[in-house]
């Protein structure tokens, strides 16, 4: 079933809510803008209207060690829908977020909420989507206008949210069911679109600061990157970012 509202201040809180209340998975909250939008760590997310915003609630058949899996699975399912619809080449950088032309197009943020009682081992999540669609540039916050695109800026025309909202849905489910057959499938799929791969790159976790070079994913969907100095570190957690070569 799927909620649709004009403006909430997150698609996730209600979800959430939704999830406390007993909602079965497949519902999804839908919002033409958000006001208190979240991305990884809890930085604000931009919702201006124009874009697709939603939350789907999800019960994944995975033991728990993979739900964090799930996130790439959605980047995945949502670089998959853009590109077969209107053949473009979102790339993926690790582990939310998807860009076109080295600008932002959509951020990810997955939510591990409750254990069934039946199912110790098996979680609800709410796979949250922030998709640039329709919106102007000049709508966004000026401090990240230089950093963001939509679609419409890129394709040159509007789309339409309900037919890409339905295609994502289908295609999240997919993945998501991937992940059970043989999660390798959807990593090694991740992997083709790592925007970091062989690039310089800057990890930052608290106080802790490290250059290196993207060394793509673990079979666990972890990421690996190499220091200057030719130590590989295992990135569980933190910021990457895209640096200038040294």
Known sequence: MIH???HTDSTNRIAREMVAAGAPARTVVVAGSQSAGRGQYGRAFNSPPGGLY???IVEPPLPVIKIPLVTLATGVACRRVLHD????QPMLKWPND????????AGILCESISRQHRDP???KVIVGVGLNVNSTIEQFDPEIR???????????YPVDLKNLLHQILSAIDKSVKDLSVNHRTVLDEWQRYDMLLHKPVKYLIEN?????VGHGLTPEGYYRICDYAGQEHTVIGGQLRLVSPQ
């Open 98 to 105: 998807l860009f076109l032309s080295t600008k932002k197009v």
């Open 146 to 156: 230089p950093l963001v695109t939509t679609l419409q800026e890129e394709l040159g």
């Open 54 to 56: 939603f939350s789907s």
């Open 121 to 123: 081992a098996r979680v």
């Open 4 to 6: 649709f509202q004009t």
């Open 85 to 88: 619809s209107f053949d473009i």
């Open 208 to 212: 802790e600061q490290i250059k290196g």
